[in-house]
């Protein structure tokens, strides 16, 4: 009886209970899932989409705690999954013939890939952090646009003598006849081990929720939600601005970079082209951010879920999805966010909400 | 001479991002929001152009005037479904929302006229000019599009200096509570803004379309975002800085694409901008800003 009250006493308290709730909710997806895997329900097209979800999911996650946490718009965040991706396929490339074991060829690409993305969201984040609000917005952007464009001219070959760099074309890395072209420029990656999984998306997922909770609610997370709430409030009661401020940033770049990873080792073939790590992927991921609630990594999840869920099932419409969705959109901003339609909805729903505890106080 | 006739190309291309700078600029000055979705409305200009001169035949003239007429309405239109039942909300929900419409323009063009790309035919007429002997080839286009971008420049600039409906936008861009308690109509001057954006990237639409001859739904999306950095150049909110900020993007743009590297350009764009916020935050001609506890 002690321990089902003490229970009881830890679920009430919402810091704890909050995270729990959302593991056992992704838990109980995967569970579902797998048994609608083995028993062949799920088509091959729903199949397909397990790891991309999970990819969009901890993204969204990452992101989530620069949005709704630090309190500073990102929209370069594909810049880093870009990173991700590139620096640990380019890894599982280089290794691929080594005989090195494959998980743990992969753990450590996976490593190397969140260190690099890390790196990358650190440097970025000295200069950018610097700056508030849209500049802040509009450089991120920049950054994200610069890593995109520059993977895209970057050459990296392998042969007997060594590596070979080049930024001009794969002919002037003068390759012996035996090397490989391992980075390709525009054309990327090629032929990488299909090494993603949906449980290796679960865990990966679980992990930065994981990650993510426990930075929210240590004194760390305090002061960093001080920062987003009044920075200079929270400057003259002695919070380093920058440390944290770039601390959150590194760390969300960090979640995005293993996001980056398990989309990097999802296709044979790792290319950067705007769809996938330009500013359309970083504002899809935002997208997800808002409308699963800015600071609710477990609303994060689900928008990201529902979002790709949603043009897939609503193929039977198949030209008019997009259009849809980005109606969908505008309406769920207006009815969330609209001061007119939030007194509205106060004034008809909320009363009988508040009516209804009466009574029962009564 | 090749040389100068890379700066007049970086120029008529500066010339163009300047017009879509304004149009972000001022309504970043008077409404407080990023109009994401302005990129897509320059887009909407080409088409529109395109169907009537090419599809029905129409006056090439009469046909840019229809342009803006649709531009325009469908500026304000958006403006009064999209963006005004958002006002005083938060800033990061108007961005998303008009993230929102760039998104269905984009969708809605993809589904009306296709995802071809078509093949634009200049709307104006007039011969190269040629000089130093035939050495020095300016375009039409070229010629046109500066001499509008400084003409539409100089008319905005009298516009808010010289009428009581420009008068009334200054007055909102600096305090708009303390405008409506003087009787200026707000509502009504951040329609005017989005009317006279939209008009300008119908114009910027065309040409963009005329110097640059493609056209598919995502034309506007990078010009767009371009426009936006060279706004932010510039720093945002000011007219002239819009100007500075286009011709410099435009001119770098080009300068990069030749004497560097074709596939660096947009990097030393973006190279630039950032260089540039880092030294002076609120870009070349921006107000500082004052914090206050």
Redesign the interface.
């Known amino acids: 009886m002690a321990a089902v009250k003490k229970f009881q006493s830890i679920l009430k308290n919402k810091e704890v209970s909050r995270p729990l709730i959302t593991y056992a909710m992704v838990i109980l997806a995967y569970l579902i899932i797998q048994v609608l895997i083995s028993g062949g329900i799920l088509s091959n097209l729903l199949q397909g989409l397990l790891v991309p979800l999970c990819i969009y999911s901890i993204a969204a996650v990452g992101l989530n705690l620069c949005?709704g946490y630090l309190g500073e718009?990102s929209i370069g965040h594909a810049g880093f999954m870009c990173v991700g991706a590139f620096t640990s396929a380019f890894f599982t490339k280089c290794t691929m013939n080594s005989g090195m074991n494959e998980m743990v060829r992969f753990l450590i690409a996976l490593v190397i890939g969140i260190l690099c993305a890390a790196l990358a969201g650190y440097l970025i984040g000295i200069?950018v952090l610097?700056?508030?609000?849209?500049?802040l917005?509009?450089?991120t952007?920049?950054?994200g646009?610069?890593i995109m464009?520059?993977i895209?001219?970057v050459f990296i070959g392998r042969d007997s003598r060594g590596f070979h760099f080049s930024?001009k074309d794969s002919v002037s890395l003068n390759l012996e006849e035996d090397g490989e072209a391992i980075m390709n420029g525009?054309k990327g990656i090629m032929r990488i081990p299909h090494q993603s999984s949906f449980t290796i998306g679960i865990i990966l997922l679980l992990i930065s929720l994981f990650v993510c909770y426990q930075l929210v609610n240590s004194r760390t997370g305090r002061a960093i939600m001080a920062i987003r709430d009044n920075r200079?409030?929270a400057e003259s009661v002695g919070i380093d601005i920058t440390r944290f401020k770039l601390l959150a940033f590194t760390i969300s770049a960090a979640i995005a970079g293993a996001a980056g990873v398990l989309y990097g080792h999802n296709l044979a073939t790792l290319i950067a082209t705007p769809a996938n790590f330009g500013?359309n992927m970083s504002?899809m991921i935002?997208?997800f951010v808002?409308l699963g609630g800015?600071g609710n990594f477990r609303g994060s999840v689900i928008a990201a879920v529902v979002l790709t869920l949603l043009p897939e099932l609503l193929r039977g419409l198949s030209?008019?999805r997009?259009?849809m969705?980005?109606?969908i959109?505008?309406i769920m901003?207006?009815y969330?966010?609209?001061?007119?339609?939030i007194a509205f909805r106060e004034r008809h729903f909320r009363g009988k909400l508040h009516k209804k505890e009466e009574k029962e106080v009564a | 001479m090749s040389f100068l006739s890379n700066l007049i190309n970086g120029l008529s291309l500066g010339s163009i991002y300047a017009i879509i700078a304004l149009g972000y600029t001022m309504v970043?000055g008077i409404a407080k929001m990023?109009n994401f979705a302005h990129g897509d409305v320059i887009m909407v200009g080409g088409y529109v152009v395109f169907n009537l001169m090419t599809g029905q035949g129409m006056n090439p003239l009469l046909s840019v005037i229809a342009a803006i007429i649709v531009c325009t309405v469908l500026g304000v239109v958006i403006e009064k479904i999209?963006y005004k039942?958002?006002?005083?909300?938060?800033?990061?929900?108007v961005?998303?929302?008009a993230?929102?419409?760039s998104?269905?323009l984009q969708?809605?063009a993809?589904?009306l006229f296709g995802s071809d790309v078509k093949a634009f035919v200049s709307v104006f007429n007039v011969k190269p000019f040629r000089l130093a002997g035939g050495a020095l080839t300016i375009t039409g286009v070229t010629v046109i599009t500066v001499i509008s971008c400084i003409v539409i420049m100089i008319g905005l600039m009298l516009f808010i200096k010289k009428t009581k409906s420009g008068q009334a936008m200054l007055a909102v861009s600096e305090d708009r509570a303390a405008a409506e308690l003087m009787g200026v109509n707000v509502n009504q001057t951040i329609s005017l803004t989005f009317a006279i954006g939209s008009g300008l990237a119908a114009i910027a639409g065309v040409l963009l379309c005329s110097a640059y001859p493609t056209l598919s739904p995502y034309t506007g999306a990078m010009p767009g975002?371009k426009a936006?950095?060279a706004a932010?150049f510039g720093g945002?909110g000011s007219i002239p800085g819009a100007f500075i900020g286009g011709i410099l993007l435009g001119v770098i743009e080009i300068m990069g694409k030749t004497y560097i590297?074709s596939?660096?350009a947009?990097?030393i764009v973006?190279?630039v901008?950032?260089v540039v916020?880092?030294v002076k935050?609120?870009g070349i001609l921006g107000q500082p800003?004052r914090?206050k506890?």
């Open positions: 949005v718009l200069p610097r700056l508030r609000g849209d500049y917005a509009i450089v952007l920049a950054f646009e610069i464009n520059l895209n001219v930024m525009a200079i409030a500013y504002i935002l997208v808002i800015m030209d008019y997009m259009l969705y980005s109606i959109l505008i901003m207006l969330n966010w609209s001061p007119k339609i | 970043y990023l999209a039942p958002l006002r005083g909300a938060n800033s990061l929900a961005l998303i929302t993230i929102g419409v998104y269905f969708n809605a993809l589904l975002i936006f950095t932010v945002i590297s596939q660096l947009d990097v973006f190279g901008l950032i916020l880092l935050p609120t800003i914090e506890v």
